[in-house]
């Protein structure tokens, strides 16, 4: 257990209003991610974050933005959602601690579905 | 370029057969980490293993066991005498050092193993 919250767990939103989700967590990691999964596609990093304040892009960015004010939180905000968001979304955290178990673990998943 | 190739998107086998999950990566980088992860029905990853490129041992934990072969870009599981419990999403990923990417991993799109009683 990596002591990962994320919230809401599930989401259903219509097309073109603003969505914000929550990842906490209670073991002040550094490094923290933002990933999307699809049928067919794994895991795809939206963004990630190396600190407070300190964030950026991973590989599918377009259409979501990420805030950190605090080392605990990481928020991902879908300022005007898509159908194509419509997805399962895991956050994770990056356990520094040397060896085979320094590896990147991950919340539980908000499912959201854009309508 | 990073990129991580699961040709297989689903396997069924019995129970007690043995089945190997094949991964294939590529990297420009010599330095670079190479992850296995379970996902069951309930949906939660599960972190397996970490490997990295200069460390080529095989590696096996009870059922489990891991062949990586540098000279093939290959990093399979082998699942022996597989369970029900053992049916779940697996997902190989990779990590290179270089600057901007030793914090980005790179997923597989996973391969769907079923294990019939």
């Known amino acids: 257990d990596a002591g990962i919250t994320q919230s809401p767990r599930h989401k259903v939103t219509e097309t073109g209003t603003p969505v914000t989700l929550r990842c906490h967590q209670t073991?002040?990691?550094?490094?923290m991610y933002w990933y999307r999964q699809d049928p067919g596609h794994g895991l795809r990093l939206i963004h990630y974050?190396?600190?407070?304040?300190?964030?950026d892009k991973g590989e599918v960015s377009d259409g979501y933005s990420v805030s950190r004010s605090k080392t605990e939180d990481f928020l991902l905000t879908l300022e005007s959602a898509t159908s194509s968001q419509t997805s399962v979304y895991f956050c994770?955290?990056?356990?520094?601690?040397?060896?085979?178990?320094?590896?990147?673990?991950f919340g539980p998943g908000t499912r959201l579905t854009v309508l | 370029a990073q990129k991580v190739t699961q040709a297989q998107t689903e396997i069924s086998v019995v129970e007690k057969e043995d089945v190997t999950l094949d991964c294939v990566y590529e990297t420009r980088d010599t330095t670079y980490y190479l992850f296995w992860y379970k996902q069951p029905p309930s949906g939660e990853l599960v972190f397996l293993i970490r490997r990295n490129s200069f460390d080529e041992q095989n590696e096996i934990s009870g059922r489990y066991s891991w062949n990586f072969q540098k000279s093939t870009s290959s990093f399979n599981f082998t699942i022996t005498a597989s369970q029900v419990v053992d049916s779940a999403v697996y997902f190989c990923?990779?990590?290179?050092?270089?600057?901007?990417?030793?914090?980005?991993?790179?997923f597989g799109s996973g391969t769907k193993l079923n294990v019939k009683p």
């Open positions: 974050s190396y600190g407070v304040k300190d964030t």
């Open positions: 994770a955290i990056r356990k520094l601690a040397g060896g085979n178990t320094d590896t990147q673990y």
């Open positions: 073991e002040n990691h550094r490094y």
């Open positions: 990923a990779l990590s290179d050092s270089t600057r901007d990417n030793f914090n980005k991993f790179y």
